[in-house]
Structure formats: structure tokens, C-alpha cells
């Protein structure tokens, strides 16, 4: 129980310091929108479905400027979802942006956070088990980076990583 309580802390003081909004710190509804919606009904509808199945879930909104002119702006809402009820039990980073009325992630998944964390004594070794979420985030940049810029070089946007159309976020 010790460690839950401390992980707890931990987490919600780095999500903090990190510029991250926790989901379940208040009511969605007063939520930041993330960068990818339209509307805020439609955020509301899919941070509820992000979140019902985790304890932890938090996002960041994340822009790239692409081009010269700095008029190009892509959008994209970095999750960080931890404790989850029935899927993936590790924590997983969790990119995602809308492009084309299309949703596109890019994910990883911390193997080895919650081995780690069975073996856990001190605050110190805690802070050690959760370097892993950290960097995932940024594994999941560095890639979501890669993949804009290549698909920028390239002059096309990759079809076959077409994730599934989110056009009934918007009903």
C-alpha cells in the first residue's frame, strides 16, 4: 500500500512538472482540450474512452512546424496511460494525430516497468522504475518526429498506417 500511495505522488508530481494534464483531477469537462479536436464534446468523448479502463492517464499537447514559413502546424496529444483494468497491463506512451479526418498513433509500450516495480524498497529505486514511462514518452516523439519529417520529404502521408476513421467523435 506504501508503494501505491507513494507512486501516486511520484507520478502526479512528474505529470505536473513534465506540462502534462492528469485525467481525473477534475471533471472532464473542464479538461484542456487537446490540440487534435475540433470540439470540445469530441475531447470529451475520446479522453472518457481513454481513460475508462486505466488509472493514470495524462496528455500533453505537441505541435511540429513544418516548412520554412512556420504556417504548416501538425497537432498531436501524447498519452500516458498506467494501471490499466483489462488490456496491457505495462504503462504505455501513447501518441496520437488526426490527419485527414484520420487517426494516426504511435505507441510504446513499457516492458519492464512493472517487474520492476515488484522489486521496489525505497523512494529512490521508484523514481528509478518510472525513468522507463519517461523514456517511452520520448521514444514515441523521437518517432511520431521521424515519420512527419520523412512523410514531409517524401510528399505523402502513409496509407497503410491508417489506424481508423474517428468521424463518430464528432456525432
Known amino acids: 500500500m506504501l508503494i501505491k500511495t ?7 508530481e512528474e505529470f ?9 483531477s477534475g471533471p472532464i469537462e473542464l479538461a484542456p482540450m487537446p490540440a487534435i479536436f475540433k470540439n470540445h464534446a469530441a475531447a470529451e468523448k ?17 505541435n511540429a512546424v ?3 514559413d512556420n504556417q504548416n502546424i501538425i497537432k498531436a496529444c501524447l498519452f500516458i496511460k498506467i494501471g490499466s483494468r483489462k488490456r496491457e ?8 494525430m488526426f490527419y485527414q479526418e484520420r487517426l494516426y498513433k504511435c505507441t510504446c509500450e513499457c516492458r519492464n516497468f512493472f517487474f520492476e516495480i515488484g522489486y521496489v524498497r525505497s523512494s529512490e ?5 518510472t525513468k522507463e514511462i519517461w523514456q517511452c514518452a520520448e521514444q514515441v516523439v523521437y518517432h ?28
Open 144 to 171: 511520431w518526429q521521424h515519420v512527419v519529417r520523412t512523410l514531409v520529404m517524401e510528399n505523402r502521408w502513409p496509407e497503410e498506417e491508417f489506424i481508423s476513421d474517428v468521424k463518430f467523435l464528432e456525432d
Open 16 to 24: 505536473e512538472k513534465r506540462g502534462f494534464y492528469l485525467v481525473g
Open 89 to 96: 497491463i505495462n504503462p504505455i506512451a501513447d501518441l496520437a
Open 46 to 62: 475520446f479522453l472518457k474512452l481513454e481513460s475508462q479502463d486505466y488509472e493514470y492517464v495524462a496528455y500533453k499537447n505537441i
Open 6 to 12: 507513494e507512486l501516486d505522488k511520484l507520478l502526479r
Open 125 to 129: 529505486e521508484l523514481k528509478d522504475a
Open 66 to 68: 513544418v516548412g520554412t
